[in-house]
């Protein structure tokens, strides 16, 4: 079951992951899959109960994420405050995908992809996907959380393989989008654009994503919300913008602002997704 041997096939590690994220976790079914992007962290808590914490290197086809501490498990959690099972079928659980391979780490895109098929092994029909990304539109000020109404892959790659068709017409669910803005109705949308990374965007290249349409540049996101279009999932995007892309501010932003300005926004966009995943 190695994700890096051609012959291989990916979707057969992830029902072999799934099932030892059910053994691992004692809970058969997880309805909705969270992908926790920068800034996003303190969301799981405010979820509901967790009932079981993994490590995600301990599941097949998790690495170990780079940056040891950071994101470096899989969290089962009962989500409570919904509407209480009135939906019939008793419990709502959440995966919480603590740890994102990124395709700048050229580890594969079976990697990258890894965790959304997992999640839909699992029984998911929902995953939202966070990330952190930089803003072009000025007006969006560093904490701003963005709904993603579509997307550019600049990155030439794409999870599937072979002649494996997929439409991507409303790849990011205009029904939960709506959802969304029921809870906060002043929620922004923009496209997402993904670049490979790691380095960031030069002014010009940001100039260039503003004019293909783009508003949000990140280094996440896209190819991981085809995979979960492949794999049957509904996908909520939201961004967190953490800095404004190179160029758009005339003063270049300090680090130290973007860290203090997603961890100021950490409490209100956490708040924002646990009321979007109950509702
Ligand atoms: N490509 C890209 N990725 C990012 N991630 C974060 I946080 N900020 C940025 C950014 O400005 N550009």
Known sequence: LDLDDPTTDPFAVARAAAAQLAEATGVA??????????????????????????????????????????????????????????????????????????????????????GVRTAAAAGARTVVLTNGCGGLVPEWAPGTPVLISDH????????????????????????????????????????????????????????????????LVGMSTTLEAIAARHAGLEVLGISLVTNQAAGISPVPLSHAEVLEAGAAAGPRISALLADIVRA
């Not at 967790?50 to 780079?66: K, L, S």
């Not at 395709?103 to 992809?113: H, I, K, L, P, Q």
């Not at 790659?157 to 906060?184: K, M």
């Open 152 to 215: 550019l892959n600049l990155t030439a790659a794409s999870p599937l393989e072979g002649a494996t068709f997929v439409d991507l017409t409303d790849l990011y669910s205009s029904r939960l989008r709506t959802l969304a803005r029921t809870i906060d109705p002043d929620l922004p949308e923009g496209v997402y654009v993904q670049f490979r990374g790691p380095h960031y965007e030069t002014p010009a290249e940001v100039r260039m994503a503003g004019i293909l349409g783009g508003h």
């Open 29 to 114: 079914r997880h309805d909705v899959a969270l992908v926790l992007g920068s800034g996003w962290g303190g969301a799981a808590d405010l979820l509901g109960e967790t009932v079981a914490e993994v490590p995600a290197a301990q599941i097949v086809g998790f690495t170990a994420p780079a940056v040891q501490g950071h994101g470096a498990t899989i969290r089962s959690i009962r989500i409570t405050g919904g509407d209480g099972g009135a939906s019939g079928g008793g419990d709502t659980h959440a995966l919480v995908l603590g740890s994102r391979t990124h395709f700048y780490e050229n580890r594969g895109v079976r990697r990258v992809a890894h």
